[in-house]
């Protein structure tokens, strides 16, 4: 769940009124497969780790980033099942192997290499998940899978990973196409209603998030769309098929692992219920500035422009107007709230008394990374107008609204007979996720600010 500024809890005194082929196994099913694998273990043990209120400081969420301790434990699952053969194709002839292969294969040993976390368990989930060696797991991925599972089932795979892998400082890490085929064809409009009850059935979890990264690859095998009725494609194919990670577990641990392990690589992402510190921000008087206005903090003169939240406006007009850019540092939030299109679209300007608006949302350049000013500090800027002074000190906030990024539509595809780079009824498992972690949505930040009077 996000939380609340200390700026939104005092708006109201200021005045604003403003899942794959059928199959199951219950969450205690865990038995060791025959021969294969050793027993999967039930019980992690908890550990304490760090809270993850945002901060709400510059000073303190730098602090708050420095100090992050490493994560307990890392399970990670890589599906087994028929559907996902042709991204694991038996090694040919030739040793030509998928961007699937190339990608999952390099994922897995950053996993087992990083110093993020203490300790890395790996699973292959074939009618249940068996407790596997990073070794082994990776063989698979090199090779091909040798004994691919007849069915796996979304529903019960989330069931079996929050009731007996969920634990503080702990993230679970699934592998998988994620296509949902359940057995009888009329339970696809609840698909939403499944994938929520599956994360909650274990009880709840309010602290809990998931990240979702989505990928495609080549794809060399028999291809199983999600409604059997359909048939299968062989010799599959002429375009790429998606295929995603989904990290699961306490939001401040969901949140450690995809800064250390996932953001450094290309891919489409969706988050729901992860929290980040609220990123570093200042005015900027020397950048892209117009009109009579200047910094009314305290003591401005006598420090450096890097975190100023004041503007004191002397004169503004229609004629005259006051322009001024807000710089801000997104370095700590993912790629998904980096990017320049959506936050084009979904940062927002709110204020009391006033009609200040934000004209535009741009990205750092070569020319403001060499430079010598407080510019040079920011990864992106804000720049707002207003041609009307305040007649007293009023509150105004940037606040970048969670929005769901416009790739889940384009991903999402209710007949997937034919393959295409769509995942069948994407869009209904993310909405299961949406619906687990609350009804309403916080921004993923506030950057609050006072307009006031100039002397």
């Known amino acids: 769940m996000r939380h609340l500024t200390s700026f939104s809890r005092l708006l109201p005194a200021l005045g604003l009124t403003l899942l794959l082929l059928p199959g199951c196994y219950s969450r205690s099913d865990m038995k060791t497969e025959e021969g294969a694998a050793q027993e999967a273990p039930t019980d992690v043990p908890p550990t304490e780790v760090p809270g993850a209120v945002p901060v709400r400081t510059p000073e303190s969420a730098v602090a708050a980033a420095a100090t992050s301790q490493p994560l307990q434990t890392v399970n990670v699952f890589l599906e087994v099942s028929g559907s996902m053969e042709g991204f694991m194709p038996k090694t040919g002839a030739s040793g030509e192997n998928t961007k699937f292969q190339q990608h999952v294969a390099q994922f897995l040993s950053e996993v087992n290499r990083t110093s993020a976390a203490r300790q890395k368990t790996f699973y292959r989930i074939k009618e249940r998940p068996y407790k596997d060696s990073y070794q082994g797991i990776s063989t698979t991925v090199r090779s091909g899978i040798q004994q691919p599972a007849k069915s796996t089932d979304i529903p019960s795979v989330l069931d079996t990973l929050m009731s007996n892998y969920y634990q503080p400082g702990s993230v679970s890490v699934l592998i ?5 085929s359940p057995k009888n064809a009329g339970a696809i409009p609840y698909i939403k209603t499944d994938i929520t009850d599956a994360l909650t059935r274990s009880g709840s979890h309010p602290e809990m998030a998931v990240s979702v990264y989505g990928y495609t690859s080549d794809f060399r095998g028999t291809y199983y769309p999600a409604l059997v009725a359909s048939g299968k494609k062989t010799n599959c194919c002429d375009t790429e098929i998606p295929y995603y990670i989904w990290v699961v577990g306490p939001a401040d641990a969901v949140r450690t692992f995809d800064q250390a392990l996932l953001e450094q690589q290309p891919s489409k992402q969706a988050h729901f219920g992860v929290t980040y510190p609220q990123p570093n921000y200042s005015l900027l008087s020397k950048f892209q500035n117009k009109g009579s206005w200047y910094y009314g903090d305290a003591g401005a003169s006598k420090r450096n422009a890097e975190s100023y939240r004041v503007v004191a406006v002397s004169e503004a007009s229609a004629q005259q107007p006051v322009e001024f850019v807000v710089g801000m540092d997104l370095t700590t939030l993912p ?40 510019e040079s500090k920011f990864t992106h800027f804000a720049k707002v107008r207003l041609t009307r002074p305040p007649k007293a000190a009023r509150p105004l906030v940037l606040r970048l609204q969670d929005q769901r990024p416009a790739w889940v539509a384009q991903w999402t595809t209710r007949n997937d007979a034919t393959p295409a780079p769509k995942t069948f009824a994407l869009s209904g498992l993310l909405d299961g996720l949406e619906a687990q972690s609350g009804a309403e949505k916080k921004p993923i930040f506030e950057l609050p600010l006072t307009l006031q009077p100039g002397e």
């Open 335 to 374: 790629g998904q709230y980096r990017d320049l299109a959506y936050l084009k679209q979904n940062l927002k300007l709110q204020g009391v008394d006033t009609d200040a608006k934000l004209l535009d949302v741009t990205a750092t350049t070569s020319q403001t990374k060499a430079s010598s000013g407080p």
């Open 176 to 180: 998988s196409d994620f296509i949902y």
